[in-house]
């Protein structure tokens, strides 16, 4: 299956919607919405805002590989 590039993410403040372009080289752990201006990070145990947020997962879990960047706690 071919990796999708493009995930629409919605914020969960105030719902706004808005499709991005992923990163293919790491995860992007914080956003902010250009709508309300909240930056958002990821729910409590995914790699990035995209797996949290997003309608596609990040490339590397798309590729079902761990992400390289995911924080540690």
Do not use: R, W
Not at 12 to 21: L, N, Q, R, S, T
């Amino acid at each position: 299956m071919k990796v999708q590039l493009k995930s629409e993410i919605t914020c969960p403040e105030c719902g706004y919607k808005k499709e991005e372009e992923m990163p293919t080289n790491a995860c992007q752990f914080f956003y902010k919405c250009e709508h309300c201006n909240t930056v958002v990070k990821p729910k409590e145990g995914d790699c990035c805002v995209y797996c949290s947020y997003g309608t596609v997962p990040c490339p590397p879990i798309q590729e079902n590989k761990s992400c390289g960047n995911t924080p540690s706690s």
